[in-house]
């Protein structure tokens, strides 16, 4: 296949990219800073995610394109400028790859668009699937207005698969460097209140799950991007001191937390508990399905390296 992929230089976008060109795909990635490619299946093609430009020609004749663009949500402190950024990056970046698709001779096939289970806002305990309504907040509003310029490919013949996906662990980017650096000083533990839900995947199940959309014809519309075990914030920390051989005993509070990133910290103080209920009914495979089987490997690889 000849894949589009936006965002492919991140911390997820990267990885996937790689991957698909080991599997025998063209890759085309859409960069503000072109590289010289790494394997010889990979482009780079410039683009500034506001602009028309050659990457055009590119989408014209695409396979599938993969949408990842936005800036990282827990990058710094919800101010106006930071959400106007944050909204910008997601919006404009897929209005314009969807305008591109409207210009095409013929519908593309398919259009994966990233999403987060943002979506369903801060929740309780209640399990949580496709079905479920959409919530309330910063990010539950973002993630609806993003799915919605996606969901605009359809009306010109396009699938779109819509990946509301859950807290991505990798060694290498994400939240988890941030939360494993405490317990290598003997400080880790959970954000009070450590009831709240986390709801998580392994990268490499994250690629894996992108690359069945592609290849599943019958899928569309959203898609819980998450293992089948989403853990409470005090048995991620008693799981991830377990692997990394340190105690879980100082938590983090959650007023702390608000105090110093405001709206951001709602991140951590709350979580919705979500399963991956079209992942299971269509027969995808988690290569990681349980948070501790994620843990060891990660922490395995690192000491690898």
């Known amino acids: 296949m000849h894949i589009v992929v936006s965002g492919g230089t991140g ?102 668009s990233a999403s987060g289970i943002g979506y369903y806002g801060p929740s309780d305990d209640r399990l949580l699937d496709e079905r479920s309504l959409l919530g309330e907040g910063f990010l539950a509003q973002l993630s609806a207005a993003w799915e919605a310029e996606a969901l605009r490919a359809g009306q010109f013949g396009t699938r779109v698969v819509l ?15 941030k939360m494993m650096l405490p317990f290598y000083v003997f400080a880790g533990g959970p954000v009070l209140p450590g009831t709240q839900w986390v709801s998580w995947i392994h990268r490499a199940d994250l690629i894996g799950m992108i690359q069945w959309a592609l290849h599943t014809p019958d899928l569309t519309g959203p898609v819980n991007a998450v293992a089948p075990e989403p853990v409470t914030m005090n048995a991620f920390c008693d799981v991830l001191g377990k692997v990394l051989h340190r105690p879980s005993w100082l938590p983090v509070p959650g007023l702390a937390l608000r105090l110093m990133l405001g709206e951001l910290g709602t991140l951590m103080t709350t979580g919705q508990r979500v399963e991956p209920a079209k992942a299971r009914a269509g027969g995808y495979s988690f290569r990681y399905p349980s948070v501790e089987s994620a843990l060891r490997a990660i922490v395995t690889k690192g000491k690898r390296v």
């Open 11 to 112: 911390f997820i976008g990267q990885a996937l990219v790689e991957e698909l060109a080991r599997a025998g795909h063209d890759v085309v990635v859409l960069s503000r800073k072109p590289r010289l490619p790494g394997q010889s299946s990979i482009r780079y093609v410039e683009w500034d995610a506001r602009s028309a430009g050659s990457w055009h020609a590119e989408v014209a004749v695409a396979d599938a394109v993969v949408n990842l663009a936005g800036e990282p949500i827990a990058e710094g402190r919800w101010t106006s400028a930071r959400k106007r950024i944050l909204v910008e990056s997601r919006i404009l970046a897929t209005r314009l790859l969807v305008d591109a698709l409207a210009a095409r001779p013929r519908p593309l096939p398919v259009l994966v």
């Open 163 to 177: 990946l509301r996906t859950g807290m991505v662990l990798e060694r290498n980017g994400g939240a988890l460097p």
